[in-house]
């Protein structure tokens, strides 16, 4: 096809689809509209795109391609067949041809090819909603798209490229509960076919995953599924002018629950294989309120959190968030629980980005009343001693989270009520043993209170001093205090008023140099 500069090539692909739709005669200039998108110039794709998703789309909705299985194309051409079937069949393969190319293209450098080419691909799937190119097993019977829209999803998940401007494209069609629904089949048949076929899966593939994955949020809503993209050609949307009877007899899609079952296999497919880190920790941050809450059977998540609460620093910290709700709400018995969540307990808990969340969690953990005396009286020796070395701002949250424990449990008061407890270089207590029962805890003090007492900072220090008088019973809300910076800290002491000014000279100065007797003018003078 000649064509001369992008505009020139926009008036030939115009000229040939008027001509392929005016004309069967004319079908062979399907290959000429084809093969400009296959060419090097982003322009030319671009317009090359609009063509094919004009000619098809309109090819689609006259039903000049074959319906039904697609039989090979020699096989048909070199037959007796009428010249319409061999036409409608013919044009079916150039139409297979298009959209393999525009899957192909949603790899393309260019994002506004890889937008265009997506677009393109997402109306042939409502068309062919409209119109099926297959053949109904009953009457009335809906049929969904499924060949075309899982090689849209593959091509959104693939392991080549980073995908995740063009998945937030994508984002805004998962709003319609058929496009959702069949999001998560296909992403989950992606998933199996792309990390059980390949010895290691990229890390590019995970993200690209875990950036659809997420994406999808069922509705909170449990009346039914009522925005469709997809719809029947002569029939009514429900909610539409179709009346009551119309709308019971539009149910495409299976009820409510079956969304929730399919939402949990295309996370189970995705969170059996070994994610990396980073990947593991975009999903724990999610997990309780994206994840679990829309669950079938929510307890299906304890392997995974119980392997991730076992690897430790921030994955067990982050896994602390969805391990309490099975915790709470579906009765899950972790042993050694309360062991492990000990062993959280560092001196980089207070320097995580997490911080705020794991002190949060912990201070629920810890809120029974039922607890033993030796378990609390262990994670309150074990903070006392992490906040020797702990910042300001840390300090200002971990000091009433101390005396929150003590008004607690009575019982443990005794470490601030020991006047004839042993020396320092002679403190029972055990900082390295894992065990929490095995601490030793309840035969020391908490001395690094009283060290504390003479923090730097006068806010550390009224703190600490706290534990001079006795402990109010309402406890003290550490709400505020979780997420304290350095800088908030900073900005409060600047906003202070500070006492009236304090005079440092009780003769006023006169002049530049001083008066006449001072040291500075009677060896300077100006001039």
């Not at 000429?32 to 322009?43: C, H, N, P, T």
């Not at 995953?209 to 029947?232: C, D, I, N, Q, W």
């Not at 929150?404 to 900082?431: F, I, K, T």
Request: include cysteine.
């Amino acid at each position: 096809m000649e064509r001369d500069g992008s505009g020139g090539a926009r008036r030939a692909l115009g000229r040939l689809l008027e001509a392929v739709l005016a004309s069967r005669g004319e079908a062979n200039a399907v290959f000429d509209i084809l093969a400009v998108l296959q060419s090097e110039d982003q322009e030319e794709i671009q317009d090359a795109v609009r063509t094919c998703s004009r000619l098809f789309g309109a090819l689609l909705e006259r039903e000049e391609l074959f319906v039904g299985h697609l039989p090979p194309e020699d096989t048909v051409m070199a037959g007796s067949q009428g010249a319409t079937r061999k036409y409608k069949v013919w044009m079916r393969h150039r139409y297979q041809s298009c959209c393999n190319r525009l899957v192909e293209l949603l790899a393309h450098p260019s994002f506004q090819v890889k937008e265009l080419a997506l677009g393109a691909l997402l109306r042939f799937v409502q068309l062919e909603g409209t119109h099926p190119l297959e053949k109904p097993k009953w009457e009335g019977n809906y049929l969904f798209p499924h060949q075309l829209f899982k090689s849209v999803v593959g091509g959104l998940l693939s392991p080549e490229g980073d995908r995740s401007l063009l998945l937030s494209q994508f984002r805004e069609y998962l709003e319609h509960d058929d496009i959702r629904y069949h999001t998560m089949r296909a992403a989950a048949d992606t998933v199996h076919r792309v990390a059980d076929g390949r010895p290691e899966v990229p890390v590019t593939f995970w993200n690209n995953a875990f950036t659809l994955l997420s994406a999808v949020s069922l509705p909170r809503r449990e009346s039914g599924v009522s925005s469709f993209y997809v719809k029947r050609a002569g029939e009514e949307r429900p909610g539409g002018a179709g009346g009551g009877a119309a709308r019971a007899a539009w149910t495409p899609l299976p009820s409510p629950q079956e969304h929730r079952r399919a939402f949990q296999l295309m996370w189970l497919s995705f969170l059996k294989h070994k994610l990396p880190l980073s990947v593991c920790k975009k999903v724990l941050v999610i997990m309780h309120e994206s994840i679990l809450p829309h669950l079938a059977q929510p307890s299906i998540m304890i392997d995974f959190l119980t392997r991730a609460y076992d690897i430790g620093g921030a994955i067990s910290l982050l896994a602390l968030n969805g391990l309490f709700i099975l915790i709470h709400k579906h009765n899950l018995e972790y042993p050694d629980f309360y062991r492990k969540l000990y062993g959280l307990l560092d001196p980089s808990v207070f320097h995580v980005k997490y911080r705020a969340r794991f002190f949060h969690l912990a201070d629920l953990f810890l809120s029974s009343s039922l607890l033993p005396a030796y378990l609390v009286a262990a994670f309150t020796k074990r903070l006392a001693r992490l906040a020797l070395t702990a910042p300001p701002e840390a300090l200002l949250m971990v000091l009433p989270f101390i005396c929150n424990l003590l008004r607690r449990h009575p019982a443990c008061r005794v470490l601030v009520h020991r006047p004839q407890g042993p020396e320092l270089d002679a403190d029972p207590y055990d900082p390295g043993e894992e065990d929490p029962a095995k601490s030793r805890a309840l035969e020391s003090s908490l001395w690094e209170l009283q060290a504390l007492q003479r923090h730097y900072h006068p806010e550390v220090s009224k703190a600490a001093s706290v534990i001079n008088q006795v402990l109010s019973v309402p406890e003290v809300s550490i709400a505020p205090l979780l997420e304290l910076t350095a800088f908030e800290i900073f900005e409060q002491d600047l906003s202070k008023k500070g006492p009236e000014a304090v005079p440092l000279e009780f003769i006023p100065a006169q002049g530049l140099l001083g008066r006449r007797d001072d040291l500075c003018a009677q060896h300077f003078t100006l001039s």
